[in-house]
Each structure stands twice: as structure tokens, then as C-alpha cells.
């Protein structure tokens, strides 16, 4: 089978792309660096002949509001024309958990916008909204540090290994679109701080670690349930702490 994979040379779309390939499937890297431009159009409809399904991994340059919303708009809609075309069967998107309970966050708010484009396509869907990668909290850690200390909430975290990312879009990729938004998750529920605070113990940290009930993630003040699933998921299966030990 014939599959696209936009964005495909990200950490989540490389590592889509080899399994996909390992599987015995055709797997086409749509980015710019291989002359296929989701934002201008160039090389998507070479790219979507016989494409039975792709799934978009694509992101912003930025995410700040405009650029974002400009992007996602743009790209989506490129998308659905070349997609629609060339008579795929199946889309997917790789969204965010909580996207649509904090509108008021642009970022949140363009990956809405790209859900709904495909919504509203016609195309056959599968909408994958996953939870923060456990990668990801090298950047919480620099975001939320002072000189003093590390300031993190201690709203509901459950973040997953992006390993169980690519694995589960991969799974969820070869089945039949669900036509609905899907959530996936780690197999880990706990404060946000605890997850930090394990993690510094680990790797070595010279500042505490200061928790706090403001409900904040980054630059912005949430509802303390934003970050985690709010029913069933599919759940990964590397812990948080086997992920920091590998």
C-alpha cells in the first residue's frame, strides 16, 4: 500500500516512515527537503497518485498564533485538494489532547482549524490526539526555570514516549478510518511536578524543584485536566521511567 507521510522527516515522522517501510508498505516522505511543499502546493499531487493513505505529521515553523493558524489553513486545504484528486482513502492527523477545551491558545486553536478542514473534506478520517511527549520536558524544565528554583504545576500529567507515538499512529494508520478523534496517552497519571521532579533526580539538576496550584503549562494558565485524556485512549506502554533509563 501506497502511503504518504507529511512531515515524514520529524521525530515523529521518520520513525512512522521505517515502520511503515519494515511493514512492506510504499512510503512517501512528503517535506520540502524532497521537493513536496504541503504549504505551496509543489510536488502533492505526484505525491498523492495512487496514495491509498497519508497521514499528516506536519507543523508550523513557529508556533505563534498567526503563523500557526496561517500554516494549518493553508496546508490543510492544500492537502484536501490534492488528496480528494487523487481518490485517498484515508487521512490522518497527528493533534494535541485538550486542543479544544483551551481556544483561547492560538497554537491550540490552528490545530483545531486543521482538524476541521478534514473534518469538512469529505475525505475518509482519523483525528489522533496525543498527550505531551516525554521528550518534551527538557523544554518544560527550560521554560519554567528562574534562577532560584523550577516552578512547574501541579496540574494532571500523562505524558507519553514518543516511541508509542509513532507506534500507535502506525497501528492506527493500517486500520479503517474511525471517521472520529481518537486520544492516545502514557500509561501514567500524576502531577505534572512529580514527572519533574523524578526526572531531575535522574539526570542531575541544580535547582529544586518548586510546585505550585496555578495550573500553568509554559507561557499559559489551563484547566488542570487541559493535558490528559477526559475518557477511553489508546495507552502507550513505556513508563516515564524505563523511557529516562533507555
Known amino acids: 500500500m501506497k502511503i504518504v507521510i507529511v512531515g515524514g522527516t520529524g521525530l ?8 511503515l517501510r519494515l511493514l512492506g508498505h510504499e512510503v512517501v516522505v512528503a517535506s520540502p527537503s524532497q521537493g513536496i511543499n504541503a504549504l505551496t502546493g509543489e510536488g502533492l499531487a505526484a505525491a498523492m497518485e495512487n496514495a491509498e493513505v497519508v497521514v499528516d505529521l506536519s507543523n508550523s515553523a513557529s508556533p505563534e498564533e498567526d503563523t500557526a493558524i496561517s500554516f494549518f489553513r493553508i496546508a490543510g486545504k492544500n492537502l484536501a485538494e490534492a488528496e480528494k484528486a487523487a481518490g485517498v ?12 477545551r483551551a481556544l483561547y491558545i492560538g497554537y491550540l486553536r490552528a490545530k483545531k482549524e486543521q482538524e476541521d478542514i478534514i473534518k469538512q473534506s469529505g475525505i475518509p478520517y482519523t483525528i489522533i490526539r496525543a498527550t505531551q511527549f516525554h521528550e518534551h520536558i ?33 497501528k492506527l494508520a493500517l486500520e479503517a478510518p474511525k471517521n472520529a478523534t481518537v486520544e492516545i496517552a502514557g500509561p501514567e497519571l500524576a502531577p505534572m511536578d512529580e514527572f519533574v ?35 477511553d485512549f489508546y495507552p502507550g506502554t513505556i513508563r516515564f521511567d524505563d523511557w529516562m533509563n533507555s
Request: charged share 25%; glycine share 6%; hydrophobic share 40%.
Open 12 to 19: 515523529i515522522g521518520a520513525n512512522v516512515s521505517e515502520k
Open 89 to 100: 482513502k484515508h487521512h490522518l492527523i497527528l493533534s494535541i489532547v485538550g486542543v479544544d
Open 138 to 170: 527538557t523544554t518544560l524544565i527550560a521554560v519554567q526555570s528562574d534562577e532560584e528554583a523550577v516552578h512547574i504545576s501541579t496540574v494532571d500529567y500523562q505524558p507519553i514516549a514518543a516511541e508509542d507515538v509513532a507506534a500507535l499512529v502506525t
Open 197 to 231: 521532579s523524578r526526572y531531575l533526580s535522574v539526570k542531575g539538576g541544580e535547582k529544586p524543584v518548586k510546585a505550585n496550584d496555578e495550573n500553568k503549562y509554559m507561557f499559559f494558565e489551563i484547566p488542570k485536566s487541559l493535558l490528559v485524556p477526559q475518557g
